[in-house]
């Protein structure tokens, strides 16, 4: 074999190689790459809660430091009571004497309706007695002139008669005065009870925002999570809003993949997606959903969001945060932490699924229902102190 038939066959070789390769390459891209979009700027993003006290005072002690994890409604930080509990003692005598006013309310006024009663009968007894005399005079005056009776007596009647007439002026405006006094008691009590008063709900609710205060020297987590970045001291004196510690919730953690702008038309809504974690490497591979598209890019919401109607200017890609929801047992398994780089890849594949800019989705409610013992307790203190002031006879009466 000369040379030249060597030469051709090895560029045979090498352009079927290179043809080959093609080939396969043009398969791999059009069946399976080009279904693909992957990016390593991605990171993991979580519920980040700052703790902080809802009133002022003295730290006593903490009850956790950095790294630990706790559960919802373990207490984190106590503050010192004593005074939340001086304005709760206070505004329990407050509601106390606040019910005992309003029961002498309705009391006056059962009083005020008794004397209404009693002008009413005194009324109708003077003018029997007015009438009684009216009649004397009329009996008397045609006999004056006859002589069988004398003017004396006559005018004695009639003196009679003007007595009676003033007794009933002076009955009218004693029944009419206890009626005015009658009508302004019933505006302090009329369409109420003593329960309803707006005196004893004002008090009442003096004595619930006491209770809650007092209730609040204690600081709980409202969910499950791991401490981070604690700066609160024993002794120190914090102020309401102050921010304690950090509390990240490591069980609801999701990924934001910031894809470039010109990648963003091919996802969509449920497509699957792999991640890797640096922290773990390439042996462990998270699988997590296309979730929804950020409302701006990274630069639209920086500190000083870029100008670029002045001066110079270049075009600069921009990049979408893409959120990816991760599978929560893979996630159980294999912890991640707020921050850590992943790479991500998502199949585009089926694009059956909501554009980004469409998406549509219920939002997951996040809620915590540590609180809600607080506000029964502080009711149920309301009702002893009511019932424990309104009296064995006391009703709730209404007018």
């Known amino acids: ?17 290179v043809v080959l390769v093609g080939i396969t ?3 791999w891209h059009w069946f399976t790459a080009r279904h693909h979009l992957d990016t390593d700027n991605a990171y993991v993003v979580g519920n980040v809660l700052q703790i902080t006290p809802l009133i002022s005072g003295t730290v006593l002690s903490v009850q956790v ?6 559960k919802s409604g373990q207490l984190l930080v106590k503050l010192d009571p004593a005074d939340a509990h001086v304005n709760l003692d206070q505004s329990k005598a407050q509601l106390a004497q ?3 006013e309003v029961r002498s309310m309705f009391a006056s006024s059962a009083s005020l309706s008794a004397q209404v009663n009693a002008r009413e009968a005194d009324l109708q007894r003077v003018q029997m007695d007015l009438a009684r005399a009216q009649s004397d005079v009329n009996r008397r005056a045609p006999l ?9 007596e006559f005018q004695h009647v009639k003196s009679q008669l003007s007595a009676a007439q003033s007794t009933v002026n002076a009955a009218q405006s004693a029944l009419l005065s206890a009626k005015e ?4 008691g019933l505006t302090q009590t009329e369409g109420t009870s003593i329960q309803d008063h707006p005196s004893v709900q004002r008090a009442a609710a003096k004595v619930r925002e006491a209770y809650l205060a007092f209730q609040r020297v204690e600081l709980k987590a409202p969910i499950d999570g791991q401490i981070a970045k604690r700066s609160v001291q024993v002794g120190q004196r914090v102020q309401a809003g102050a921010p304690l510690m950090t509390l990240v919730a490591l069980n609801q953690l999701w990924v934001d993949a910031n894809f470039k702008e010109s990648q963003l038309k091919d996802l969509h809504i449920g497509q699957p997606a792999e991640l890797v974690a640096d922290v773990y490497g390439k042996k462990i591979i998270f699988h997590g959903t296309v979730a929804g598209l950020g409302a701006g890019t990274g630069s639209a919401f920086s500190l000083l969001p870029a100008q670029n109607a002045t001066g110079n200017w270049i075009k600069v890609v921009q ?3 893409v959120r990816i929801t991760l599978d929560p047992k893979e996630l159980a398994a294999h912890p991640l932490r707020v921050g850590l780089s992943m790479e991500v890849t998502v199949d585009t594949a089926d694009q059956t699924g909501k554009a980004l800019a469409d998406a549509s989705h219920e939002a997951v409610v996040s809620f915590t229902d540590i609180y809600d013992s607080q506000q029964a307790a502080a009711e149920q203190e309301i009702k002893r102190i009511i019932a424990a002031n309104l009296g064995r006879t006391a009703k709730p009466a209404t007018h």
């Open 25 to 27: 390459w043009t398969g």
């Open 65 to 70: 430091e950095e790294t630990d994890v706790v």
């Open 181 to 184: 006094q009658l009508t302004a």
């Open 98 to 100: 606040s019910v005992r």
């Open 319 to 321: 990049r979408v945060p």
């Open 144 to 152: 004056v002139t006859t002589g069988a009776v004398s003017q004396e």
């Open 1 to 17: 074999m000369n040379k030249s038939e060597t030469r051709r066959r090895g560029l045979t070789i090498i352009v079927s190689i």
